[in-house]
């Protein structure tokens, strides 16, 4: 079982930067492969990023990518999302989860993924 809490989430003007937070339990963090998504109110939640486990092989969604980097502190258990340049599109809660398919590369499904933190606000002001 691995339990997932996200932070960092608030409200920025658009252009600004925040970085997200997902803390993990569990000994074997580093064998998961994590991922952000997002939902924004109306609609279905979306892939956003993805960093595979002892690898480190990244993944992004079209509309973040150049602007979202994703990373992992495997001795932390932490996993983060910088968010630069954000727009007001980017408004969303954002969720962590977790696949146990660690070495896979692309996996942007909701159904990959096994664990699943309780999200965090992102509002991003025009």
């Known amino acids: 079982q691995v339990q997932l809490v996200e932070s960092g989430g608030g409200l920025v003007e658009a252009g600004g930067s925040l970085r997200l937070s997902c803390a993990a339990s569990?000994?074997?963090?580093?064998?998961?492969?994590m991922g952000w998504f997002r939902q924004a109110p109306g609609k279905e939640r979306e892939f956003v990023a993805r960093i595979t486990g002892n690898d480190n092989n990244t993944h992004y969604a079209d509309s973040v990518n150049g602007r979202f980097s994703i990373s992992r502190d495997n001795a932390k258990n932490t996993v983060y999302l910088q968010m630069n340049s954000l727009k007001p599109e980017d408004t969303a809660v954002y969720y962590c989860a977790a696949d146990r398919a660690g070495t896979a590369r692309i996996r942007g499904s909701i159904y990959h993924y096994n664990y699943w933190g309780q999200g965090t606000q992102v509002t991003v002001s025009s």
């Open positions: 569990g000994r074997t963090f580093s064998t998961y492969a």
